[in-house]
């Protein structure tokens, strides 16, 4: 088993920035892609990013060149840079782990899911 805590969330202007992060636990060498989805109200959960065990990242188009995502495999944490944020960005965002190393936006492929932070644009 693997346990995924997401942290960083909160409320920012648009424009802004966040960073959230994602601690793993567990089962660690068992996992190799990671990733993050969102999901706003009413709305189906969202591809964002997915990076490899190797750094090897895939992006969806909405936030190509705004998000960064990142993985410190060392620590077994997964990072997710928020910049430019706009108010359509505002979801409660999840962090992912996988066996495969490239699930990319294949949400069935992931095995373990965190909680959730909830991110909040608006002015």
């Known amino acids: 088993q693997v346990h995924l805590v997401e942290s960083g969330g909160g409320s920012v202007q648009p424009g802004g920035s966040l960073r959230l992060s994602c601690a793993a636990s567990?089962?660690?060498?068992?996992?190799?892609?990671m990733a993050w989805y969102r999901q706003a109200p009413g709305k189906q959960r969202e591809y964002i990013a997915a990076?490899?065990?190797?750094?090897?990242?895939n992006y969806a188009d909405s936030v190509q060149g705004r998000f960064t995502i990142s993985r410190d495999n060392a620590k077994n944490m997964l990072y997710l840079q928020m910049n430019s944020l706009k108010s359509e960005d505002t979801a409660v965002y999840y962090c992912?782990?996988?066996?495969?190393?490239?699930?990319?936006?294949?949400?069935?492929?992931?095995?373990?899911w965190g909680q959730g932070t909830q991110v909040t644009v608006s002015s």
């Open positions: 990076i490899t065990k190797s750094g090897v990242t």
């Open positions: 992912a782990a996988s066996q495969l190393s490239e699930a990319w936006g294949y949400s069935y492929a992931y095995d373990y």
């Open positions: 567990g089962n660690i060498d068992s996992i190799d892609g």
